[in-house]
């Protein structure tokens, strides 16, 4: 079964067809462990023979490394058969290794650290080095990356990063759009509050959503969503298993945004597992479906480490939810009650 796609087209100009099914690239930058580069490859070789042709990368995963290893795979593919999103807002800084970022968290990766710079100047060079480290000629997406509170710590310093983006880094976003060498851009953020409040101020196309939509999660759908489809701003979810959770079960050791999921929350995924299991759907089928229900969402991108989750998620994405599943969620209380369900 093929995989489904969706056009955006917001400003008519032809836009862009993703697959409903992208591929998250974070873990291809060893993400809390190392994969060999062989790996890498074959993984990315059973997305593009599912059908895959939406990829997101950033400089950020592993220091470089993500980009790289999409460059061989990428090279004798046709450009304009896939679309391809990568990130801007950090520099990264060659250093020694015991000075490099991410420490514990990326393994077996370049010595770089990574310097937030969200000015004019900093969006041009970040796109000229990530060209470089891909090897294409073109990205079709960029988007402003980690300008949230998770990353900048505070409100007080997101404010600041939020307003040199905003008086450089936008406009050139904005000039690159213009001139034809991207295609759209927008933020890729783990909060909706900065992206709607960037939305409310300047002409985006579109956000990348990192957990804050999902079964879990629903609060975006009060305003921001509602923003998005009024403007034709198209959102792409990431982390649609909220770190892992909504694809292990409440089991010991599960994720939950990144960090060992609390009791409540593992609580609240034992009741969702319980209602998917009523009716013999596996969990991670309905979380990854469940934001595609939503009109405004153009495409879900899960990681995949391994063979066995890459598969994961392509079953996921040619999966049936029955509409009951969803009915009966909202009627025990465990999803927002006007959440879109589809038909």
């Known amino acids: 079964m093929a995989l489904s796609t969706r056009h955006w087209d917001r400003l008519e100009n032809g836009g862009l067809t993703f697959t409903e099914l992208g591929f998250g690239s974070a873990p291809f930058g060893n993400l809390y462990r190392a994969i060999t580069d062989q790996n890498a490859q074959d993984i990315l070789q059973i997305a593009w023979d599912a059908g895959m042709r939406y990829f997101d990368t950033a400089p950020l995963y592993g220091l470089g490394l993500s980009e790289t290893r999409l460059n061989p795979f990428l090279r004798d593919k046709p450009r304009d058969e896939y679309v391809l999103s990568t990130k801007v807002g950090r520099l990264l800084r060659a250093t020694t290794p015991d000075q490099r970022s991410g420490q514990g968290k990326w393994f077996n990766v370049p010595s770089r650290a990574e310097v937030y710079d969200y000015t004019y100047d900093g969006v041009m060079r970040s796109l000229e080095f990530s060209l470089e ?30 307003t040199e983006f905003m008086d450089g880094g936008y406009k050139a976003l904005v000039d690159l759009r213009d001139q034809g060498v991207i295609r759209a851009f927008g933020a890729g953020v783990n909060e909706w509050q900065p992206c709607e409040w960037m939305a409310e101020r300047g002409d985006f196309d579109l956000f990348l959503l990192a957990g804050r939509y999902t079964l879990l999660e629903q609060e975006a759908l009060n305003s921001f969503l509602l923003l998005c489809q009024d403007r034709g701003i198209g959102i792409v979810i990431g982390g649609p298993y909220n770190s892992g959770i909504l694809a292990t079960g409440p089991v010991k050791g599960a994720n939950f945004n990144y960090d060992p999921a609390p009791q409540d929350i593992l609580d609240r995924v034992a009741q969702i597992e319980a209602v998917c299991r009523d009716h013999n759907t596996p969990m991670v089928h309905a979380a990854y479906q469940f934001p595609l229900c939503h009109p405004a969402v153009v495409s879900v991108i899960p990681g995949g480490q391994g063979r066995a989750e890459m598969h994961s998620n392509i079953q996921a994405a040619q999966a049936q939810v029955p509409a009951a599943l969803w009915q009966d969620l909202k009627a025990k209380g465990l999803m927002h009650p006007d959440a879109p369900t589809g038909g």
Do not use: P, T
């Open 133 to 162: 480290r891909l090897g294409v000629d073109r990205v079709d997406i960029l988007y402003a990356h980690d300008l949230d509170v998770f990353n900048h710590g505070s409100q007080d310093a997101l404010d600041e990063k939020l």
